[in-house]
């Protein structure tokens, strides 16, 4: 059950401070980049947050359990195609939270960027065993969810230009959360639910992807 706005704090949603309307937000990332403290800040001002890895198993869109590390087995056709049929709350903004989720129906595609170094010691700190470590380090490297995220973007805009901001267009937005507590982090997504509604394509256009980049930082390892 969501905090009331009241007993948590606020975002500009709108310049009113309105959060009526449907819209829905992926929030994507590799692990350790904080994706979900920051959606349960978020759900206190009212949207609904929703969890990828609960979802489908809800919607039984995996095939089963890795019997090596205990973890689902999904097919992103299957994801895809369960998400574009799933029916969420329609009269209020929703949060999908998962690194995942760039694969839903979309207005925002929103992706956390943590410095690998930073990555790294998060997921020591998480428990993760030394391959899976580097593993999701050298992903967050070579921005491998962000050319996901893109592939996706240009599925949905079908030729068009983003700055139409088409509704259910996955417009995708990047930003370096490394020196941002999980409170930052949730303005942040305020003010980008905002700018998308009151259609500031100049805000925007600040975290249109391109402008994080470690791959220098990798090649020095």
Known sequence: MPIPANRGPTYPFLSNGSVQGSMLISLCGTPGTGKTTASEHLSRAGPRSVGLTELIHDLSLHEGTDP???????????VRAGLESWRYDQDRIVVLEGHLSYLAPSDLCLLLRTHPSLLRERLKAKGYGPEKIEENVEAEAVSFLLFRC???EERALKGRKWEELPSRGRIVLERDVSNLD??????WMSEMIDAYRAKRLTVLSMYRPGKVDWLEVHGEW
Do not use: F, L, R, S
């Not at 090596?68 to 299957?78: F, L, Q």
């Open 68 to 78: 090596d590390t205990g973890e689902m087995i999904v097919d992103a056709e299957a």
């Open 150 to 152: 893109m592939e996706e």
């Open 182 to 187: 999980p409170e930052g982090v949730a303005g």
